[in-house]
């Protein structure tokens, strides 16, 4: 075992904190990674604040952090995807049983016994798994991700959660040239919605409650602009689209978005909003609409998604930070005051 320096909380209460935690030895599969950026998600300040507790209780010290990328430094004898010096990146996934029929299907995000990058069951050091506000990590080579090189590595790192959870469901559910698809929602995941759509070919319209984002929603890809309180223009695009991503993660009525579907269309949730949604039947009876949720990616979708961003030159839209910003960081995610994802420059922690 190794110390490695991480930011970490301590309780559910606390601020994140500079401190170091013990990462194994990297075995003969693993690949050992200084991490260059790391995303700041909105699951990240859940967990460190224990708010998914029900269904997630968090494990203390919580070093969080999934939307990882960095460079390679050390590899286990039996490593063949990497070599010292390449770059690398880590998701949501740092581990699965690889046997059940979910990762037979190369769908590691369904397995029932999957291992998240943080606060999940550690196999190798007991207690939980640390994440990404580190200067290095361990992971499997078969979860680790080739990254195309060309691409802006601050801006990569939100495409390993923010990225995979927009792209997944739109391979999903076909979006391609000339469907029309809507994003609901233009924040860390509808900004990403934005650009996947777009360079998929799609006429992508952006819905905002308000008139002030309209000049950034078309700058990011969007061919049209819909003010989702104008009722008459919500009326117009009724029955017309195929697909709707609805990144919204604050309550909201998916009723109006329902009724802009057309035949078999689509909308997605991948924002998780408090309280059950109210549904009208009709909505999805008529026309034979579908509402349905997804999360994340597997791994080989994953290493799509990236090398799809370096054909298109796709990287998330970031505000850059050090470390001993992230508290602040925390306080303005939960503003929406971020254009569009904070990615920390792990460099900063060589400070502490
Ligand atoms: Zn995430
Ligand atoms: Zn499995």
């Not at 209780?57 to 004898?77: D, F, L, N, S």
């Not at 360079?199 to 992508?204: G, Y």
């Not at 905002?208 to 990011?220: G, I, M, Q, V």
């Not at 030159?313 to 995610?333: F, G, K």
């Amino acid at each position: 075992m190794y110390h490695a320096k991480v930011y970490s909380a301590a309780s559910a209460t606390s601020s994140l904190k500079s401190s170091t935690i013990l990462r194994r030895e990297p075995t003969e599969h693993d690949v050992q990674i200084d991490i260059l950026f790391c995303g700041i998600c909105h699951s990240d300040l859940h967990q460190v604040r224990n708010e998914w507790k029900s269904t997630m209780p968090t494990g203390y010290p919580c070093v969080p952090g999934h939307e990882i990328v960095g460079r390679v430094t050390r590899v286990g004898a039996a490593v063949k995807k990497f070599k010292s010096g390449d770059l690398a990146a880590v998701g949501c996934l740092v581990d699965s049983d690889r046997t059940c029929s979910e990762c037979q299907a190369g769908l590691e995000q369904f397995c029932p016994n999957m291992t998240l990058t943080y606060n999940s069951p550690d196999k190798h050091l007991g207690g939980v798994t640390y994440g990404g506000y580190s200067d290095s990590i361990v992971v499997d080579e078969r979860f680790v991700l080739r990254v195309p090189s060309h691409l802006n590595l601050a801006g990569v790192a939100p495409l390993l959660c923010a990225g995979i959870t927009t792209y997944s469901p739109m391979r999903h559910w076909n979006v391609t040239k000339g469907k029309k698809v809507g994003v609901v929602g233009l924040g860390g995941l509808g900004h990403m919605g934005v650009k996947f759509a777009r360079a998929l070919e799609a006429h992508v319209v952006v819905f905002t409650t308000s008139s002030n984002k309209k000049e950034d929603a078309l700058r990011l890809g969007a061919n049209e602009v819909v003010v989702s309180r104008d009722a008459e223009a919500m009326q117009k695009c009724a029955g017309s689209f195929d697909f709707i991503l609805d990144a919204v993660s604050a309550d909201h009525d998916i009723n109006p978005y329902l009724n802009l579907l057309g035949r078999d269309g689509n909308i997605t949730l991948v924002g998780a909003p408090e309280h059950p949604l109210p549904v009208a039947a009709f909505g999805l009876i008529f026309r034979r609409r579908s509402l349905s949720g997804s999360p994340i990616g597997g791994i080989a979708e994953t290493q799509g998604m990236l090398d799809f961003c370096g054909r298109h030159n796709i990287t998330a839209d970031v505000e850059v930070i050090p470390i001993q910003m992230v508290n602040e960081a925390y306080d303005r995610l939960l503003k929406s005051d971020v254009k569009y994802r904070f990615s920390i420059d792990m460099a900063s922690l060589g400070h502490e």
